[in-house]
């Protein structure tokens, strides 16, 4: 079920920069703090957001965190935006075909 917590998360652009880091692969808070060139504490603030959301997991090697992408919210939130997307896609359609229509009057008209 989508909430507005993973809105809220997605909605700031430095969180979907970690967003896009760690969905290649697992990364530590100093590979992302590299990565994106924030401070420690910027970076720690984004992750909990987003591990509140749901939207990243972590786990423990050694002393090192490491955080990866969850999935399931981004599902939740495709499946929300589908009836969106078709209403678009229709409207785009239309457009073409119109556009399409609109053509040969305009090639005639300019070689007139």
């Given at each position: 079920?989508?909430?507005?917590?993973?809105?809220?998360?997605?909605?700031?652009?430095?969180?979907?920069?970690?967003?896009?880091?760690?969905?290649?692969?697992?990364?530590?808070?100093?590979?992302?703090?590299?990565?994106?060139?924030?401070?420690?504490?910027?970076?720690?603030?984004?992750?909990?957001?987003?591990?509140?959301?749901?939207?990243?997991?972590?786990?423990?090697d050694a002393q090192r965190r490491l955080y990866r992408i969850?999935?399931?919210?981004?599902?939740?939130?495709d499946e929300w935006l589908e009836p969106y997307r078709a209403?678009?896609?229709?409207?785009?359609?239309?457009?073409?075909?119109?556009?399409?229509?609109?053509?040969?009057?305009?090639?005639?008209?300019?070689?007139?």
């Amino acid at each position: 079920m989508l909430t507005t917590g993973v809105l809220e998360a997605i909605a700031e652009p430095n969180r979907r920069q970690i967003l896009d880091a760690v969905r290649v692969r697992e990364r530590s808070v100093s590979e992302l703090v590299d990565q994106l060139e924030m401070s420690q504490p910027g970076v720690s603030r984004h992750l909990r957001v987003l591990r509140d959301a749901g939207l990243v997991a972590v786990r423990a090697d050694a002393q090192r965190r490491l955080y990866r992408i969850r999935s399931e919210p981004l599902r939740d939130l495709d499946e929300w935006l589908e009836p969106y997307r078709a209403e678009w896609s229709d409207r785009l359609d239309a457009l073409g075909r119109h556009l399409e229509r609109s053509r040969p009057e305009q090639l005639s008209e300019e070689t007139s």
